[in-house]
């Protein structure tokens, strides 16, 4: 028997409280910001490209996001100069992923 189990035997009604103070952390480990992450269209080389900025976590962090949203949209992309860049026009797609990640995102552009 552990220190928590004798705790919830001596204070069974206890309920832990929750620390606000640190910063907010997704479930898969990806730091959550307040700022909106910028989500743009441009064209390159006359292709479409969808281009998401803004974040100010660990780049590690952001890599991994850009490898997860390749991964579902099933398209292709790379991660430079600190901006995810996903080939075509998924803004749609992308920002409702995001936001269901629990992060803010602002459309820019058209």
């Known amino acids: 028997m552990d220190l928590e189990d004798q705790l919830k035997k001596l204070f069974p009604d206890h309920q832990p409280e929750k ?13 959550l910001q307040e700022e909106p992450l910028l989500c743009k269209y441009e064209k390159r080389k006359g292709k479409p490209v969808t281009i998401i900025s803004g ?18 949209l099933g398209v ?30 602002k459309r820019v552009g058209g």
């Open 76 to 105: 292709g992309g790379s991660f430079k100069n600190e901006e995810i860049i996903i080939q075509g026009d998924y803004r749609p797609q992308i920002m409702e992923s995001l936001k269901q990640r629990g992060f803010n995102v």
């Open 19 to 31: 620390n606000d103070d640190e910063p907010k952390e997704e479930p898969d480990g990806l730091w």
């Open 55 to 72: 974040y100010t976590g660990a780049q590690e962090d952001f890599k991994q996001l850009a490898k997860e949203l390749k991964t579902q």
